[in-house]
């Protein structure tokens, strides 16, 4: 197992340096393997990012497409790591690398099973791409979202997407996400009168002033939930003064709070929302957002539903149909009509310290994708 096809490649992808946006070679590595097998390959740079568009087959079947990121978050303090984080290091059980999880394992499974999958079934009536970008975890602003207006601007068809994000959570393949929240944080700032403590009625505070209406915003139920998504959210992440005197009042208040929503609100009434609120409570302010991307789901059909019975065979058990955690690129995919399902390895090490996935999974992973093609495509 630790030979697999995909254990090798997933090795030679963690031992590139790839912090985003940085591809560090890993899309060398994939593009030959996919050159190898006859996919037309087209590297598309914007700024700093590096995209990779790979396809094979004909549009006038369905075409599905793979999704991944070859960028990674930094290692943080290297010290803290048992290992090299960028040295692919096996234990009994386990394969440990920036990037195991999130999500190398899921591109080297992808690429390996679209090998198979065309050496083995020649003639398959359908496309098959790859969309493979190194700005998923930075700002995602020249990845994905360029390349699919791009193919917007050729129109070419996307049927399906495989998304190969981290979604396991105990046992690869229990959850299934359909869908994301929407994520918008806004940047609020509150003006006041600046002024000596001792003379607080020569002066506006404006934390005082700030006070009731963040009880107010956390006092808000927001909704209920919307068919398979929790009810929306609101957090404060930051309240900051950049004030350096103990005895000063400030003349302003920042504070940053992110939404993460579903498709019962939309950026447009979210923004309302906030506005009338603040509005209600008198204050000189001003408010910027920020759009990190609206929610999306996928209803049953087709791919959905493959992949639900290709999981039920393999498992043994109905996967979870979820939309919880934070934003991915199917945000960029799914406003296009696209049916987009995220499935990949185990999530329980992402951004953390000795991040790893089990030694067994990433060819386990690469059946289950294999099978998913076939269902689409052949059977």
Same mark, same amino acid.
């Given at each position: 197992?630790?030979?697999h096809?995909?254990?090798?490649?997933?090795?030679?992808?963690?031992?590139?340096?790839?912090?985003?946006?940085?591809?560090?070679g890993?899309?060398?590595?994939?593009e030959?393997?996919l050159?190898?097998s006859?996919?037309?390959?087209?590297?598309l *740079?914007?700024?700093e990012?590096?995209?990779l568009?790979?396809?094979?087959?004909? @549009?006038?079947?369905?075409?599905?497409?793979?999704?991944?990121?070859?960028?990674?978050?930094?290692?943080?303090?290297? *010290?803290?790591?048992?290992?090299?984080?960028?040295?692919?290091?096996?234990?009994?059980?386990?394969?440990?690398?920036?990037?195991?999880?999130?999500?190398?394992?899921?591109?080297?499974?992808?690429?390996?099973?679209?090998? @198979?999958?065309?050496?083995?079934?020649?003639?398959?009536?359908?496309?098959?791409?790859?969309?493979?970008?190194?700005?998923?975890?930075?700002?995602?602003?020249?990845?994905?979202?360029?390349v699919?207006?791009?193919?917007?601007?050729?129109?070419?068809?996307?049927?399906?997407?495989?998304?190969? @994000?981290? =979604?396991?959570k105990?046992?690869l393949?229990?959850?299934?996400?359909?869908?994301?929240?929407?994520?918008?944080?806004?940047?609020?700032?509150?003006?006041?009168?600046?002024?000596?403590?001792?003379?607080?009625?020569?002066?506006?505070?404006?934390i005082?002033?700030?006070s009731?209406?963040?009880?107010?915003?956390? *006092?808000?139920?927001?909704?209920?939930?919307?068919?398979?998504?929790?009810?929306?959210?609101?957090?404060?992440v930051?309240?900051?003064?950049?004030?350096?005197?103990?005895?000063?009042?400030?003349?302003?208040v920042?504070?940053?709070?992110?939404?993460?929503f579903?498709?019962?609100?939309?950026? *447009?009434?979210?923004?309302?929302?906030?506005?009338r609120?603040?509005?209600?409570?008198?204050?000189?302010? @001003?408010?910027?957002?920020?759009?990190?991307?609206?929610?999306?789901?996928t209803? =049953?059909?087709f791919?959905?539903?493959?992949?639900?019975?290709?999981?039920?065979?393999?498992?043994?058990?109905?996967?979870?149909?979820?939309?919880d955690?934070?934003?991915?690129?199917?945000?960029?995919?799914?406003?296009?009509?696209?049916?987009?399902?995220?499935?990949?390895?185990l999530?329980?090490?992402?951004?953390?310290v000795?991040?790893?996935?089990?030694?067994?999974?990433?060819?386990?992973?690469?059946?289950i994708?294999?099978?998913?093609?076939?269902?689409?495509?052949?059977?």
């Amino acid at each position: 197992m630790k030979n697999h096809l995909s254990n090798l490649l997933l090795t030679d992808l963690i031992n590139c340096r790839s912090i985003t946006p940085d591809d560090a070679g890993c899309q060398d590595i994939i593009e030959a393997h996919l050159s190898a097998s006859g996919f037309k390959c087209e590297v598309l *740079k914007y700024g700093e990012v590096t995209n990779l568009w790979a396809t094979i087959g004909t @549009e006038k079947g369905p075409t599905l497409c793979f999704a991944g990121h070859t960028d990674v978050v930094p290692p943080g303090p290297e *010290k803290d790591w048992d290992f090299d984080p960028f040295d692919a290091t096996y234990s009994e059980k386990y394969i440990f690398g920036r990037g195991a999880a999130d999500m190398k394992s899921g591109l080297a499974a992808m690429i390996i099973a679209a090998q @198979e999958f065309i050496s083995n079934y020649p003639n398959y009536h359908g496309r098959i791409a790859f969309l493979i970008t190194s700005d998923e975890e930075g700002p995602a602003q020249n990845g994905t979202k360029k390349v699919i207006e791009e193919l917007q601007n050729r129109q070419e068809k996307i049927d399906w997407c495989i998304v190969g @994000e981290p =979604s396991s959570k105990d046992v690869l393949g229990d959850i299934v996400r359909v869908g994301r929240r929407g994520s918008l944080t806004g940047f609020l700032k509150i003006r006041g009168t600046q002024g000596h403590v001792a003379y607080p009625h020569l002066a506006i505070n404006p934390i005082h002033k700030s006070s009731p209406l963040i009880a107010k915003l956390l *006092k808000i139920q927001w909704d209920g939930g919307y068919e398979s998504f929790p009810p929306s959210s609101l957090q404060i992440v930051d309240v900051s003064t950049n004030n350096e005197a103990n005895n000063v009042i400030p003349g302003e208040v920042n504070i940053i709070f992110n939404f993460r929503f579903n498709p019962s609100w939309s950026y *447009k009434k979210l923004k309302l929302a906030i506005q009338r609120i603040c509005d209600e409570e008198s204050l000189n302010y @001003e408010l910027r957002w920020r759009e990190s991307g609206e929610p999306f789901y996928t209803e =049953s059909g087709f791919l959905r539903d493959t992949v639900q019975s290709v999981i039920r065979d393999f498992n043994g058990k109905e996967p979870i149909l979820s939309t919880d955690g934070g934003t991915s690129d199917g945000r960029f995919l799914a406003p296009h009509g696209i049916q987009v399902i995220e499935l990949g390895s185990l999530n329980k090490t992402i951004h953390k310290v000795n991040e790893c996935v089990p030694i067994a999974d990433t060819p386990k992973l690469t059946e289950i994708y294999l099978n998913i093609m076939k269902c689409l495509f052949i059977e």
